[in-house]
DNA sequence: ACATTTTTTTTACGCGCGTAAAGATTTACT
DNA sequence: AGTAAATCTTTACGCGCGTAAAAAAAATGT
């Protein structure tokens, strides 16, 4: 490599790509590219003129051209239902850090709710040349077939609410013990709960929280009751408000204690309670207990603060991010189901 | 075209690239390129024939390797502060879909509140050669001159929060008319509001609020009072509730009436009003009054739900995409600021 | 100083698709 | 039927980079 672009000497000329930038550093294409791919991977001598051209002239490759022709890429996909809630903000969040640190590209995407979406961004998420993906199902509505087809083809965890026995393993939380252990929790506190839920819930784990409850409520003795309200999608704090506005108007909660599916539910509820001057809490002038599940990051800031039984977040992602990347880097293993017990967080709604 | 694949016969058989999926389909490479571009660019009869090929085998064109020698791509980026905020998940998906009904394959980055993030997003966006880039700054601790040199190379709109006067248009709401607006009704319908806000605000619109505040207080005879509270980062609701606490033991509020700059920060507030036994609202019984500012999804279901002003989520993303998108299409003119007025939501809070 | 090992350079092809140009074919139209 | 216009096929190159193989150069050891 003799020749030295000319252009070496206006230091704003800009790099277009991985050629040029050869020719100004004075390091041969092939070298270059096995640079950024592991710095660690050339001479110190070159390195150092490598990063010496890159201070004046900040190239940095393309990254789709990068794993144009990779065989192994270290693109992982992570895709949540919807990222407007700030559970799978919170959770997407904390995976792509792990996928960062342990040296992989993570991207995210969101299914919007939408199945269709959902299979949509599977079909893109194959020009990415994944190495694997991180996905939380929408569930009950997602497109199985589609899914699994996906699931075939790409290294695949499945988190957070499991399909079938899909991809190379789930990590989620388990939803017995949740409910199981709140309910507990409640009993012993006070009135035995009531279970309040959406009738046709999006999301798999809702029934194992109404199994769970029945089955915790037989297992203290006492008769259990579950109210169903209606409501599709995901407008969840507005399905617990006009639900919970129904079930007090009529009279429908036979205990002062109800136990939510899941917090944003009952976020809406302390609404509804609010709007009919039911007073919630443990104290002795309140008039019912709601507690709710998952942890939900509002849950912190309702009034009264909430009451649930939070996933493990931490736990739960390290898990996930660990059992991809570990298949990803050839540890082969059957499909896994792992479940994590959640914490109860004490507050003032029961 | 004479030959056709014996993999015809199968259809399993998995389409690799356009150049299997051409030889299957009878078509020529160039042609199929074409109608993948515009299927209505392709004659009635060959599109049929592309058609029913791919009902038989479903390729689709790798979405990375079709931007890599593209003139125009149809990407645009969108790009904000902090996914985890319903606040940005909501106009971000508001955005999303005003694209894709234009046409466009947008795709949603967040920064997650760092700086270093928000460029390394902006680096890693420039590989997807995007046609522009909706861009909602961090504010206050954004990287200005990477912000700008961004600015230099694709066409982008600023959104939310503007800096500067970069981008080819900057749209948002009208903090000044927010403020005033709110503020006045608070007057015309109790105590005139003390102000509530972060000391060290992450972005740039709380000032705007803050000045408006002054102004219409000045404007209408009463003494301004503004109550700033400590805190880093974009945990507001803590931040909100911390500082209220402090606020409300130390009896620093010297009104009735407290207007929070923002809805977290109010949602912060009424979660200390809660635990100091302090009753929110507008009722007679009611100690305080607290309003927020945004419109955020959660100010429905606060107890009592919060009075606030909104931002027109609709307006401001269509009025965003539709001039992000005209830039695109050659439509040029010179750099503009836009801000929307909002719309007061009275709820009980006050 | 020599042979051996490690690293770099050259050369060349591949990924999956865009795109331009020239020729062949098909359509539309008088 | 004949001509012009529209569309398609062929051929060929480009995007930005990965990667393999052979040759050249540099570092290492004795």
Redesign the interface.
Known sequence: MQTIDERASVPEARIKNMEEFSAISGISRPTVSKYFHDPESVRQSTRKRIEKALERYDY?P????M??NRKLTKNVGIVVPL????YF??I??NL?QRCIDAGYRPT???A?GDPDLEVEVL??L???KPAGVLLAPLGRASHRDALAKFCDDVPTLIFDSSVDEMGIAFVGSDNFQFTSHITDYLCRTGEPPCFFEMKTPANPNAHRRRQAYLKAMEAFGHAPQVISVDGEGWAF??IG?LGGHEALTNKQFSTNTILCSNDRLA??L??A???QGVKVGRAPDCAIRVAGQDGH??S??????LTTISHDYDAVSKHAAETLLEAIEGHVSPWKSTRLEGKLILR?SA
Do not use: K, M, V
Not at 83 to 86: N, Q, V
């Open positions: 940095r393309n990254i789709f051209a794993n144009q990222l407007a809630d700030p903000a919170e997407a969040r792509e995210l995407f969101s919007h079909e893109n194959r020009s990415l704090e507005e408000r976020i809406g302390l609404t309670c609010y709007e990051p509002n912190r800031y309702t009034c009264p603060p003032d």
